[in-house]
């Protein structure tokens, strides 16, 4: 009767990939004429994702939730939708020419791109804003009061003096304006794919919600960085 060998080593368990950035490296790894982590992207082939599941196994360290996420971030960000032109040619996985871009397909893409590059533009302003506010506000703790003696005012009352300074505009406020039309994203529409407002440092930037858990939600900024952070930190417009 033979024994059986019970001092095989067990198999490794494959190391699953984490982030949607690890999911796009890995596919510029695995189909280098295909995909590209940097430079001019190339146009994807229409059902891409069919054919990329089809090659997921057991095995494979990254799943198709993460592979629809991985695509729907790459193909959104500014560098992808700068690449679909009219007549230019879409590629497999082997980099290997398909359908050419239809003219709607480009319009499509054209408005997507002028529309991501408006919200940016806007957040841009608003955050030249507030830093302004923060750089008046700044100014005027630093500044140290002056006294004078025997001095006052032509024409105006020590009581009419202070009251113009207490009526003045205070620069927090000022910053406070600026962002007092947005909203903490809702529960309900909290969902991937969704345009925020991501509050990072002192002012928001716009943001595409790419994957939500339990505590936290992974987003893309308009620069394609991917990031995760936490549901407060979200925001939209009123």
């Given amino acids: 009767m033979t024994t059986p060998n019970t001092d095989r080593e067990p198999q490794a368990t494959p190391v699953k990939l984490s982030t949607v950035k690890e999911v796009i490296a890995y596919l510029a790894t695995q189909y280098p004429q295909c995909f590209s982590i940097e430079g001019p992207a190339k146009p994807l082939k229409v ?3 069919q054919d990329l599941a089809t090659g997921i196994a057991e095995d494979s360290p990254i799943s198709k939730t993460q592979l629809r996420q991985a695509l729907r971030v790459y193909t959104s960000s500014w560098r992808y939708l700068e690449s ?3 007549d230019i040619a879409r590629v497999d996985l082997q980099g290997a020419e398909v359908a050419k871009i239809d003219s709607q ?3 499509h893409a054209a408005k997507t791109l002028a529309e991501s590059k ?6 841009r302003k608003q955050r030249a804003k507030v830093a302004q506010a923060e750089k008046a506000d700044k100014k005027t703790t630093n500044t140290p009061n002056k006294k004078t003696v025997n001095k006052k005012p032509s024409g105006r009352s020590n009581q009419q ?3 113009s300074k207490v009526n003045q505009p205070q620069p927090s406020k000022v910053q406070h304006s600026v962002q007092a039309n947005l909203a903490v994203v809702s529960e309900a529409e909290l969902k991937a794919g969704v345009h925020v407002l991501v509050r990072l440092g ?4 716009p943001a595409t919600v790419v994957e939500v858990t339990r505590n936290d939600v992974t987003v893309q900024l308009q620069s394609g960085m991917v990031i995760k952070t ?3 930190s979200l925001f939209q417009q009123e």
């Fill in 105 to 107: 397909q480009a319009e």
């Fill in 230 to 232: 936490n549901r407060d």
């Fill in 118 to 123: 408006a919200r940016a533009a806007e957040l």
């Fill in 161 to 163: 003096v202070l009251k």
């Fill in 202 to 205: 002192q002012a928001p930037m």
């Fill in 84 to 86: 679909i032109q009219p």
């Fill in 47 to 49: 059902g891409i994702f």
